[in-house]
């Protein structure tokens, strides 16, 4: 049992830093086997197709985020649009500390793939939507609690979250076509007076 644990987990991270660093298309079935160290037929075991492969990939990365850097952004003992600010923070941080390792910006994992594969793949798509909705779902919630406490006048949390989120990939965007950080450090504050009525 472990061992096939084991196998998965290999698979996994060959997949996930090559899919995030490159792209999906780029990154084959027998370079991810190589990584690994294993045979395709203990790939296909787990994964019967790459885009099983990448649907897992999505769920692993997206539980990362939302247990890592986003849970601890969106504390709640932190003040609700403290917690918007510090996730503009967090992404800085987090692409400028990859460009120091790998001397250049990933960007999203999210919304790379999107960009790839949202023309050619309705389930990925989808997969990757669910994400986002998730992520909007934390802008929302701290938008309604700063509009409950009187921090922030009244305004469309939901419409404003998803602006919100539209921004910071936007900006996440930005910075990887330059390969600066600092473009989201230049250009984050903006984000707290987004506002959609």
Known sequence: M???????????????????SRSYADVGIKEICD??????????????SKQDLVLAVIDEFATEWAEGFVAEAFDPSLPPMERISYMIDAAYYWQKSAKEKHGKIPGCLFGNLVLEVSTKDDVLRARLNAVFAQAKSRFEE?????MERGDIAPLNSKLTAEAMLAYLEGMI???????DPEVLYRLGPAIMSLRIE
């Open 2 to 20: 472990t061992i096939a644990i084991n196998t998965r987990d290999r698979i996994l991270e060959a997949a996930k830093s090559r899919f995030h």
């Open 35 to 48: 990584t690994a160290l294993i045979q395709k037929g203990s790939f296909y075991h787990f994964f019967p």
């Open 142 to 146: 701290a938008l309604n609690e700063a």
């Open 173 to 179: 965007l930005f910075a990887k076509a330059q390969n």
